[in-house]
């Protein structure tokens, strides 16, 4: 069994739809816990970060923790054709430590 | 400012051959991360070096890689004798803890290897 599991997908959903990705994990000591968009042919980059458990919004974005579940969401609200991009999922237990990433959820928003 | 850069783009070489991609980290990042990206495998960590500390060496899957950092800069990642099965794309991160204590790695472009 992964550390970190994520459905690769594909989803495919209409413009303005709310989309929900996902990721469980089983490493109890891992803290940090981030979200990396990555768009063809280029690295992942950071879009969300949370600490322990709890919601955290940015913009139409928001990034959600349950550790008692060892479950995350990113939750993205009026989803545009531009979001459309692989979703990596990605944790660590905190410093410099090793990030360990989900297996990406490719996202397809159509207009 | 300058973000990752890596290079070669692309590479394609014969199976055998031994090969060497660069990473130049972003200027004052002391962490620096190797990753392999396939299709259907997502990132797959291979190393990590942090300052002067020894490399995190846990996830090189043979002993036919290596990586280097000189002078806490620029990172090379080699392979010799390389396999068909190390086809991918090769990412490099450098990384800079914010306040927060979350590890934000910055990603360069990729290295896409093609072992013929």
């Known amino acids: 069994q992964k550390e970190v599991e994520q459905d690769p997908g594909p989803l495919s959903v209409p413009e303005g739809a709310i989309v929900s990705l996902n990721c469980t994990y089983s490493?109890?000591?891992?803290?940090?816990f981030m979200w990396y968009r990555q768009y063809s042919r280029k690295g992942p980059e950071l879009l969300m970060y949370?600490?322990?458990?709890g919601n955290k919004e940015d913009g139409r974005f928001t990034a959600q923790v349950d550790k008692s579940s060892k479950y995350i969401s990113l939750f993205i609200r009026d989803s545009q054709p531009s979001d459309s991009a692989t979703y990596l999922c990605?944790?660590?237990?905190?410093?410099?430590?090793?990030?360990?990433f989900g297996i990406g959820t490719k996202l397809q928003v159509i207009p | 400012g300058a973000g990752v850069s890596q290079s070669p783009s692309n590479k394609v070489t014969e199976k055998g051959k031994d090969v060497e991609l660069r990473c130049d980290p972003i200027s004052g990042h002391t962490a620096l991360y190797w990753y392999r990206q396939s299709l259907g495998q997502g990132l797959e960590f291979l190393i990590y070096f942090q300052g002067n500390s020894a490399p995190d060496k846990s996830g090189l899957p043979s002993d036919r890689f290596s990586a280097e950092r000189t002078g806490g800069s620029v990172s090379t990642l080699t392979i010799q004798r390389t396999q068909q099965e190390d086809s991918a794309v090769y990412l490099c991160?450098?990384?800079?803890?914010?306040?927060?204590?979350?590890?934000?790695?910055?990603f360069g472009p990729g290295t896409r290897l093609t072992v013929l």
């Open positions: 949370t600490y322990s458990s």
């Open positions: 490493n109890s000591a891992f803290q940090y």
């Open positions: 990605a944790m660590n237990s905190g410093g410099y430590q090793k990030v360990t």
């Open positions: 991160a450098s990384s800079s803890r914010r306040s927060s204590g979350v590890n934000e790695q910055f």
